[in-house]
């Protein structure tokens, strides 16, 4: 009877060794698992967060200018550049009333996070830039090191257990209740456990159980160290790669803004060119047109500028140009347009003003210019200008009827004896002012 009791003792203690150590390994393998990848999910989710925000800002800029002008050829290559960067899916660009303005799609992925950046333009938000960013890569390196940590573990559990079940024996309970709380304690401090030997006291059964343990401990303790280094190495191609996704968004940002500067800007008098003008001038005609709002037009040209080229060359003509253009931005309000149309030809787009305001403006400009000193190489140029003043009203249609009625009082103004302006009105059709 006690033979048997004592059998029966050794068999049951195995089999709850066996199911203790099992349990205990799946579980805090299981926990650890989940935890570690968890707290890896925050840094790497922030990164990404901010590398995906920082595109969104970035876009945001470089499409204000842009989205301010309908511009919608350069917003389709802006948002074509973006969508090419890498774990970009797609790039939307769209105006204040959130009419998409452009779109482009870039790599395919099944899950994103959406970053959404408004587009700024003189301290006015006049639409959005929204970029959806790929984390299935985030998501598979989170899955892989889990279920590789994961199984890792089960066979640490799988290979001591069974260990723990071949070798039990009768007397093995003290040195099972070390190693018991040998486990505990790594389980408690997790990463900071530091393995150590536990004393071998025979070269038995339970001896080369503990030595086992203790080779177990010093490989689980390496593995600890090989994964921090590794992830301490992903987290560190991240940093780079972010680093390197910034660098190509400040590139990206300044050739954009050249791109913007020379396709939009005379390079002379550094005033908008034509084509700003009309992108501008079509822009608030339909504004007022929709919305009621007054808009005037001003034409002028620099008198007798052939002449001056002629007798005083073309070095002469830019400056005169030159100091036009500067004179202009002095007295136009940022809500107006000046541009240079051309040769000696400049306009000026008046926002919320009527033609008896803009008539205003006028004189005080002419003023401006008769009062600057034209200098050029020794010589005092006299400097006239013919200008044609003509108010949007409803008989007008298109943009091209309001730049006709302002170019028909700026001819008037050349044929009426010049240094003057007229204003185009639909009663009289065309009313002469002289200046000086």
């Not at 698992?33 to 967060?49: A, F």
């Not at 052939?306 to 005083?312: G, Q, R, V, Y």
Request: aromatic share 8%; hydrophobic share 40%.
């Amino acid at each position: 009877m006690i033979e048997l009791w004592e059998i029966d003792l050794q068999c049951g203690l195995s089999i709850k060794l066996l199911g203790y150590v099992m349990a205990g390994v799946l579980i805090t393998s299981a926990a650890i698992g989940v935890v570690r990848v968890q707290n890896e999910r925050g840094p790497l989710s922030e990164l990404i967060d901010k590398a995906g925000q920082s595109v969104a800002n970035a876009t945001a800029s470089g499409a204000a200018s842009l989205v301010a002008g309908y511009d919608y050829g350069n917003l389709e290559i802006l948002a074509a550049n973006v969508a090419r960067q890498a774990n970009v899916i797609r790039v939307i660009i769209s105006n204040q009333s959130g009419r998409v303005m452009t779109q482009a799609a870039g790599v395919e992925a099944g899950t994103y996070r959406r970053f959404e950046s408004p587009v700024v333009f003189d301290g006015q938000t006049i639409g959005g830039a929204t970029v959806d960013v790929s984390t299935d890569a985030l998501e598979n390196a989170l899955s892989d090191l889990y279920w590789r940590v994961f199984i890792d573990q089960i066979i640490f559990g799988a290979i001591l257990g069974l260990i723990v079940y071949f070798f039990t024996a009768r007397g093995i309970v003290s040195p099972i209740r070390k190693l018991t709380m040998a486990m505990e304690e790594a389980v408690d401090k997790g990463d900071s456990f530091i393995a150590r030997d536990l004393e071998v006291k025979s070269g038995d059964e339970i001896g080369r159980l503990v030595s086992v343990f203790n080779t177990l401990g010093k490989s689980l303790a390496s593995y600890h160290r090989q994964l921090h280094s590794k992830i301490d190495l992903a987290n560190q191609e991240l940093r780079d790669k972010n680093l390197q996704l910034g660098g190509r968004t400040l590139e990206l940002e300044n050739a954009l803004d050249l791109l913007s500067t020379t396709a939009t800007t005379d390079w002379l008098t550094e005033l908008p060119n034509r084509r700003k003008f009309d992108e501008t001038l079509s822009r608030m005609f339909h504004q007022s047109e929709r919305f009621a709002e007054e808009i005037t037009l001003v034409l002028f040209d620099i008198d007798h500028f052939k002449l001056i080229n002629d007798s005083h060359g073309h070095g002469a003509g830019d400056e005169v140009l030159r100091d036009i253009g500067t004179l202009l931005r002095l007295h136009v309000r940022k809500s107006d347009q000046p541009a240079r149309l051309g040769g000696d030809e400049f306009g000026i787009v008046l926002y919320h003003t009527n033609s008896a305001q803009a008539e205003l403006f006028v004189e005080k400009f002419m003023e401006g210019v008769r009062a600057h000193a034209f200098d050029y190489d020794g010589f005092r140029l006299n400097i006239g200008l013919s200008v044609g003043i003509a108010q949007y009203d409803v008989s007008m249609s298109a943009p091209q009827e309001l730049y006709y009625a302002a170019d028909k009082a700026l001819y008037q103004a050349k044929h009426g004896g010049r240094n003057r302006y007229s204003v185009y009105s639909g009663a009289t059709r065309v009313q002469e002012r002289l200046t000086s």
